[in-house]
């Protein structure tokens, strides 16, 4: 998944509390099964917090595809973290994103997390359907994943040994989910972030030449990049089954407008952004990509 940036201050680990949704409330955690999303409802649970998972598999069921699940769902619940699936930046994400902003205002929720995507053009649109829905918002802004590597898209190639994409020398700053998550957490349980844009960054911009680099000293294999045209990307999408519109995602990173890291992690928790090297070595040794 996946630029511009309003700044806040870095609030206290021991903040108060925000008063913009009770505590009993749940917060619905939509896509609270995927990469950070399960990561803000673990953290939240952990704090004692309750939580509700929006998910196809979650009780009640919530689906974006299907807006008579979205009411159910969001039922008696102060805050909603909101992630669309596959992306914002897919056709008609805007308005379903604005649609349940709306229904969820109208059933008492007051605080709307948004998960949105650097430079990304759909994404600017689902932000601005969160921040006219009349709640208590937040948008946090993130690049492209550490674990897009190893729990999303790019695992497969990693295991073959070959990154063929479409990105020639252009570098991303990669962010990681677990930093994305506290950030989140942070966001919602504490004041000062109501109205504001948090955007966020690794601390380093890598290529995909490095981040095959990174990955083979991690794991001592030999994983290689592979520059391919966009068009033949597409093709090899659409032979696969995935929806082409993925191969237009990586204009976000050949296009170079988001290649410079941005400070949110170290302005929001006071602290840097993990590297991507300790994401490889640590991801490495649970032995996800080992070829066997």
Request: glycine content about 10%; cysteine-free.
């Amino acid at each position: 998944m996946t630029s511009r940036t309003e700044r806040s201050p870095v609030p206290s680990t021991s903040s108060t509390r925000s008063t913009s949704s009770s505590p009993s409330s749940p917060t619905l955690v939509i896509g609270g099964t995927g990469k950070t999303g399960r990561r803000v409802a673990e953290r939240l649970t952990a704090r004692g917090l309750p939580v509700r998972i929006g998910s196809r598999s979650g009780e009640p069921p919530f689906d974006w595809g299907k807006p008579a699940s979205w009411e159910a769902a969001v039922e008696g619940t102060g805050a909603v973290y909101i992630t669309y699936h596959p992306d914002l930046g897919f056709p008609g994400a805007a308005e379903a994103v604005g649609a349940f902003s709306r229904l969820a205002v109208a059933a008492g929720t007051r605080r709307l997390v948004l998960l949105s995507g650097r430079g990304e053009e759909g994404a600017l649109r689902a932000e601005r359907e969160v921040r006219e829905s009349g709640a208590e918002w937040t948008v946090v802004r993130a690049g492209w994943f550490f674990q897009n590597f190893d729990e999303g898209f790019f695992l497969e190639s990693v295991l073959a040994g070959e990154l063929a994409l479409p990105t020639a020398e252009a570098v991303e700053p990669f962010v990681d989910a677990d930093d994305i998550a506290d950030v989140v957490v942070e966001v919602l349980t504490s004041e000062g972030h109501v109205g504001r844009i948090h955007e966020l960054s690794g601390p380093r911009a890598l290529g995909f030449r490095e981040v095959a680099a990174e990955l083979s000293r991690a794991t001592g294999r030999d994983i290689r990049y592979l520059p391919v045209p966009l068009e033949t990307y597409r093709e090899t999408l659409r032979e696969n089954g995935f929806p082409v519109e993925f191969a237009d995602l990586f204009r976000l990173i050949s296009d170079g407008r988001n290649a410079h890291p941005v400070a949110g992690v170290r302005e929001v928790l006071g602290r840097p952004p993990r590297d991507f090297a300790r994401y490889a070595r640590e991801t490495a040794a649970t032995g996800v990509w080992d070829p066997r």
